[in-house]
């Protein structure tokens, strides 16, 4: 009976539609309804311990499938109350109050001190519920005493080292675009952890018996000892709200215990909540904000702490930065008060990234106060670019600098058009972050540079003008907003608009135009079309008046790739990158065409084989009619194809382990639908294919190469599973392997890992380009198992013979490059476009 009716009682709270749009108001009455069945159970036991809350609540923040933590403290563990508090559990759980207890004495308080800071930080969120008052009150004064500056400086040291592990772990950015809501940089545990440094500093508990949260509690007390202003409170407190709402939803929406906020289910809260505007995107603006002010609130309040417990210096040692700010330690001051232009906040800015510092507590107040007021305008005050373009030139922390005037949102104040980027959601599997973050990841990922001995960082220490490389990526995607596709050419013309206003010359300007219009382009080259194809090594390098303009479109293509998340950016990506840069450097170094360069390295590679390799190995690279085959394999490598090939085995299969990704060799003889056949049996054997190179001798035997990972891990391929694939490829060139019935089965074994990871589906587009001796033709798609597989066939019914192809990810979806010929072994009929447009999109559709 009391089951059924605590069960009703809850779902009535879920239910109500009212309590979606108040987090505060559903998480204080499902606390409450909760504790007060426990009182009911519990009432009829003479209790000589005290029965405590903890956790969220004893927050009184309890979400739907929150976990119910209580805590028993007794000052020691007897039979007789085991007996009790174990016979006290199995009633609770009887009435489905799912509780999860810890049993604590007295001497646990030292015990957990020293040992555990998770189980010790539980200590100072508790909430008395039943039994013995005065114990609990004897645990808080023991709990409090123990703590001396000594024990609590060390303490600080370890929940700042606790928020780092975490932010690494769940994020380290409150823009993160999947973000956990508890664990992530601006999540709920931030707000939790500066309320427990707060209690164990000033010896106090916010769980005063009122009906309202431990957060309202900790922000009136902010508020009333004059640590935050009511504006701040204000915003802290709704700031809070929002994310817990959000986490109320995503229980309610999920049916369970979840706090990582996908896709998915932003979809679905938006909807539910049924805003003027349901959509998810602006919702999600909305969080993105909210974690920023609980991020950069809870980064203030650490350093604040922190101040506390050093030595404080004395006034003489104070530095006069300028007439209106001295530096104390590490702390940038107000002189005198004044009323703050924005190029005074500019220039407090260009003192904080300089001396690597934060701001004092009334500056700051001041900065944020300054821009919430709205009065801020840089067509005002001239002064302010200059301070701008001196934070760029800063020898270190530019990054830093520019995410926090992004924090205090004073960059969309100063660069209106930066301003519709902050929080612009950019979703999808590889994106991790809006596009604000990203800009600013992309910087920071550019001064990281600066402690590697990497070809590209060596090329970074070189730079001169770091400036204009980091303006170029402060616009790289700063047109997104007005729509992705095309967003490089209208951010050029924005860049172009802007920088003359800022101070920046006709060159600078033109400089950082062709980086923002050109940004996509390297990438594009190295990842789509073949490298050993001459007249792509013209087509690239004839964009460029020199080598110095090259420099900066490869770091600024590095930087933006490594800022969309650690999965894109790849060894196998980083290598292409680097050799289409190497190779294009060097023909504007001499002069030199693609042809000849090519030629001149062939060459070298062809006398140094000739020198080393006997006759028949010789004859083999004659019998190539790819001259870029002698550069794709190592001359160990070539041996033993010409020795394979020289056996008379019908088909044989090479693995060779590079950094990044494993490459499979197959030797045998070739005939219509080969290649779609190997395609198919890496995709059965879980691997993810990033290229095929296809070299053809004149006897009509095939050398087809595979660049792979594993589909699962994104790893190289395990040497146990070598002999499988060996015996797959063999058994699927002789005729003997039904590939369509084999993916079937893997897309069963796998459908909810892809169901997962490619879950959102855009346009497919095929795109057809003239070239001097194939047609190339991309293949723009949602990745998808077997996709390549599905492509290749496709092709091969269509009489398209295949010369080389190369598979990259851009976003959520993949480009597949193909060259390829005609049955006739020439370039495709333009009349010929539209039906294969045609054919390819029916049967990409089919598995989508």
């Given amino acids: 009976m009391l089951k059924a009716e605590y069960e009703n009682t809850r779902r009535e709270i879920f239910e ?9 108001n559903l998480c204080v009455r499902n606390s409450l309804a909760v504790e007060e069945f426990i009182i009911r159970i519990l009432s009829e036991r003479n209790m000589d311990f005290a029965v405590v809350s903890a956790g969220s609540f004893c927050r009184r923040e309890l979400s739907p499938y929150s976990d119910i933590d209580i805590m028993f403290i007794l000052p020691e563990l007897t039979p007789e109350r085991e007996n009790l508090i174990r016979n006290a559990i199995t009633d609770l759980w009887d009435a489905g109050i799912d509780v999860a207890h810890t049993i604590r004495t007295f001497s646990d308080i030292r015990k957990f001190l020293e040992e555990d800071l998770h189980a010790f930080t539980q200590f100072f969120e508790t909430r008395f519920i039943y039994g013995c008052v005065d114990v609990y009150n004897q645990w808080n004064k023991q709990l409090f005493g123990l703590l001396d500056d000594k024990f609590r400086a060390d303490l600080l040291e370890r929940f700042f080292e606790d928020q780092k592990l975490r932010h690494e772990k769940y994020g380290d950015s409150p823009k993160v675009l999947e973000p956990n809501i508890k664990y992530s ?12 440094m707060y209690s164990f500093i000033n010896n106090s508990i916010f769980a005063e018996q009122n009906e309202i949260t431990y957060t309202e509690n900790f922000i009136k007390r902010l508020k009333k000892d004059g640590t935050i202003n009511a504006r701040t409170a204000g915003n802290l407190l709704q700031s809070y709200k929002l994310i817990l709402n959000a986490r109320n939803l995503l229980h309610l929406e999920s049916g369970r215990k979840n706090d990582r906020l996908e896709f998915l289910y932003q979809e679905k809260i938006a909807n539910k909540i049924a805003e003027n505007d349901s959509s998810w995107i602006p919702m999600m603006k909305k969080y993105f904000q909210a974690a920023n002010t609980i991020f950069r609130f809870s980064k203030t309040l650490m350093k604040s702490f922190a101040a506390q417990f050093s030595e404080k210096l ?8 300028d007439e209106d700010f ?18 005074d906040i500019l220039r407090a800015f260009y003192y904080r990234g300089y001396y690597d510092g934060r701001f004092e507590d009334n500056l700051r107040a001041k900065v944020l106060d300054r821009v919430e007021e709205s009065e801020l305008n840089p067509d005002d005050d001239s002064e302010s670019s200059v301070f701008f373009r001196e934070i760029l030139r800063l020898p270190k922390n530019v990054g830093k600098t520019l995410g926090a005037l992004n924090e205090f949102g004073v960059l969309g104040v100063f660069l209106p058009d930066f301003k519709d980027l902050v929080g ?9 972050y809006t596009a604000d973050e990203h800009t600013i990841v992309a910087i920071n990922n550019l001064e990281k540079l600066d402690k590697e001995t990497s070809p590209i960082a060596k090329l970074y220490h070189s730079l001169k003008r770091k400036d204009l490389l980091f303006l170029s990526v402060l616009f790289h995607d700063i047109a997104k907003p007005h729509g992705i596709s095309g967003h490089e050419i209208m951010g050029a013309e924005i860049a172009g608009s802007a920088l003359p206003g800022l101070g920046y010359d006709s060159d600078e300007v033109d400089l950082v135009k062709f980086l923002v219009r050109h940004h996509l382009t390297m990438e594009q080259i190295a990842f789509r079309r073949n490298l050993n194809d001459p007249s792509t090594l013209n087509n690239f390098a004839s964009i460029f008046s020199d080598r110095h303009v090259l420099d900066f479109l490869y ?27 190497r190779k294009t450097a060097l023909m ?6 693609g042809e000849e360069l090519l030629h001149l390295q062939t060459r070298e590679k062809y006398e140094e084989a000739v020198e080393h390799l006997g006759e028949s190995v010789i004859e083999h690279i004659d019998a190539i ?38 490459s499979i060799t197959v030797i045998t003889r070739d005939y219509s639908a080969l290649l779609s056949k190997l395609c198919g049996v890496l995709t059965i054997n879980d691997l993810n294919i990033h290229d095929a190179k296809i070299y053809t001798r004149n006897d009509g035997i095939i050398i087809d190469n595979f660049n792979v990972t594993d589909f699962r891990s994104g790893k190289t391929v395990e040497p146990e599973k070598y002999q499988k694939i060996r015996s797959d490829m063999i058994a699927a060139v002789n005729n003997e392997l039904h590939i369509p019935a084999e993916i079937k089965k893997v897309k069963s074994k796998w459908w909810r890992l892809e169901s997962k990871i490619f879950r959102r589906k855009s346009r497919v587009r095929i795109v057809l380009e003239k070239h001097e001796k194939y047609t190339i033709i991309d293949v723009i798609s949602p990745d998808r198992l077997g996709l390549l597989y599905q492509v290749t066939s496709t092709l091969n019914k269509l009489g398209m013979s295949i010369f080389f192809a190369k598979i990259s990810t851009s976003g959520d979806d993949v480009v597949d490059a193909f060259y390829v010929l005609d049955r006739n072994h020439n370039k495709v009929s333009e009349n010929e476009f539209e039906l294969i447009k045609f054919e390819l999109n029916e049967s990409i559709e089919e598995i989508l």
Avoid: M
Avoid at 17 to 23: H, L, R, T, Y
Avoid at 555 to 581: F, M
Avoid at 630 to 636: A, G, P
């Fill in 314 to 321: 004395s006034d003489k040692f104070n530095i006069e930065l």
């Fill in 424 to 432: 612009f959601f950019q979703p999808g599997v590889y994106h991790c």
């Fill in 326 to 343: 001295f530096l104390q330690g590490k702390t940038i001051n107000l002189s005198h008060q004044k009323e703050l232009s924005l190029s």
């Fill in 555 to 581: 770091l600024i293509t590095y930087a933006d790739l490594s800022a969309v998340s650690p999965v894109v950016w790849t060894q196998w990506k980083s290598e292409l990158l680097h050799e289409l840069y």
């Fill in 625 to 662: 009619n790819d001259i870029s085959y002698l550069t794709e394999f190592s001359q160990k490598e070539i041996e033993a194809h010409a020795d394979e090939i020289q056996k008379g085995g019908e088909t044989s299969v090479f693995f060779n382990e590079s950094e990044g990704f494993t």
């Fill in 185 to 196: 940089a601006g999540g709920l545990r931030d707000l939790h952890s500066i309320e427990w």
């Fill in 16 to 24: 109500n539609p009212e309590n979606w749009k108040d987090a505060f």
């Fill in 588 to 593: 504007l170094e001499d002069n030199i065409s």
